[in-house]
């Protein structure tokens, strides 16, 4: 993340209040209504009218476009390029660019995770004409001039700096390296200041280039647009792309487990990390093992860590548990932190834990409380803006789901039995974890 200091026309503070309300307005239920458009050049999108509020919101990605793609001894360059495409594009320059975004209340922002290079964009009507020009102009012709690329890179490297003292920073960065030895998973996705230095104008055009492409690219928009007009933005913003990307090929990855690593550091807290194999998104089973994940952390209040853990013994603020689900490798993740003298206590309860539910799973009542949690909740977090339902277009084709997912989920949840949750927690959680501690050594 880049910190970026703007100042406001009266005008841009105006239509950035008016957007302000506008972006998170809930989109109603029967709104959701998926159609899927293509436009003269053949670049697809799936959108949701809504025409309640005089508000666009598209969201997009480039497939395999993350920070896997950087180049071995130049990592941080895809993150770096994130805070870049709004420095300027064409013949603006980064300060102009900043100043037309301000006065028409555009929200632009770039992110980059492992697998996936994303972008999230939202504009009132009025103004839609000269936003997607700028959003254009942002993807096919960011200009990477020499002060905002130091001012970005040096924001950065600040950050890098100052999480090599953040014991949190520092787990995550064991755990990482540990589980994903030898893989570009265990790379920092921000880079390192030494390998950001290395990093030109060039080298960013060439990341842009290579991965910015129609072939992997997918789009979701919600609001206050038709198909027609939806059209002819795709090939406005999106036309003037190569026809294919140039991507390195990434290896399938297969998380180390059974593995202790203990990091001395002298802070009141340990952290503590552990891993077991996880699923793919794909894999027939991910529902099964992502309802037994909620009965076991991920559910926060209502978890068995978090009830053995925090509730019945006082160890920890939280204890949580998550399923992450790469491109090319399927993880379960536990967190936690507790005082030093502690910890190796909070390890133990963690390991039982996790070989009870390998043996015994959960019972009908946990499922039962899972499987209504987990239905409610994705209408709460997915379906309650016009943000996060042209996020949540996008992640249906990253995820290649079709575009009745949204009707079809709960029945999936609802098929889901209590004997498919307990082969699936005995197939992740039989093996031995891998635990990553960083904090003082128990004495």
């Known amino acids: 993340m880049t910190i970026k200091a703007v100042s406001a026309s009266l005008k841009g503070l105006l239509a950035a209040a008016s957007f302000g309300l506008l972006a998170f307005a809930p ?33 997009f990605a480039f497939k395999g476009g993350g920070s896997t793609q950087d180049p071995a001894g130049k ?20 300060a102009d660019f900043q100043e037309k975004l301000d006065d028409l209340g555009v929200s632009m922002s770039f992110e980059t995770g492992l ?20 959003l254009a102009l942002a993807l096919t012709k960011p200009r990477f001039d020499e002060e905002p690329v130091n001012r970005i890179r040096g924001q950065i490297v600040t950050g890098i700096i100052a999480d090599r003292n953040d014991p949190g920073e520092i787990a995550s960065k064991a755990f990482r390296e540990t589980v994903f030895a030898g893989h570009p998973y265990s790379r920092p996705k921000e880079g390192t200041p030494e390998t950001l230095a290395t990093v030109t104008a060039a080298d960013l055009e060439s990341f842009r280039s ?26 406005q913003v999106f036309g003037g792309l190569a026809d294919k990307a140039q991507l390195t090929t990434v290896p399938m990855a297969t998380p180390v487990m059974g593995k202790d690593v203990s990091v001395d550091l002298a802070v009141p807290q340990t952290q503590i990390r552990v891993a077991t194999p996880g699923v793919l998104r794909s894999d027939d089973d991910f529902f099964a093992a992502y309802l037994m994940n909620h009965v076991l952390g991920g559910g926060s209040f209502t978890s068995r860590l978090y009830d053995e853990i925090r509730e019945k013994r006082g160890l920890a603020y939280g204890a949580t548990s998550f399923l992450a689900t790469y491109d090319h490798a399927g993880l379960l993740g536990i967190a936690t932190a507790t005082r030093a003298d502690a910890a190796p ?35 709460v977090r997915n379906l309650d ?7 949540t277009l996008v992640g249906i084709q990253l995820d290649d789901l079709g575009t009745d997912y949204i009707d079809r989920r709960q029945a999936i949840i609802d098929a889901v039995t209590l004997d498919d949750v307990k082969a699936a927690a005995k197939k992740l959680l039989d093996a031995r974890p891998t635990v990553v501690t960083v904090g003082q050594a128990a004495s």
């Open 27 to 59: 989109v109603p239920a029967a709104a959701v209504d998926i159609q899927e458009v293509t436009s003269p050049g053949g670049i697809k999108a799936l959108l949701v009218e809504d025409h309640s509020n005089p508000l666009i919101a598209v969201n």
């Open 75 to 94: 990592e941080g360059l895809a993150n770096l390029l994130t805070g870049l495409l709004d420095e300027g594009a064409g013949d603006i320059k980064s």
């Open 115 to 134: 697998d996936n290079f994303t972008g999230s964009f939202r504009t009132i009507t009025d103004f839609e004409d000269d936003a997607f020009d700028l």
């Open 210 to 235: 290579k991965v910015f492409a129609k072939d992997d690219l997918v789009v979701g928009v919600v609001g206050d647009i038709t198909p027609d007009q939806l059209k002819q933005r795709l090939d």
């Open 345 to 379: 206590q909070t390890v133990d309860i963690i390991r039982k834990e996790i070989e009870r539910m390998a043996s015994e799973g959960p019972t009908s009542e946990e499922l039962d409380k899972a499987k209504a949690y987990v239905k409610g909740s994705y209408a």
């Open 385 to 391: 803006s016009s943000l996060a339902v042209a996020q």
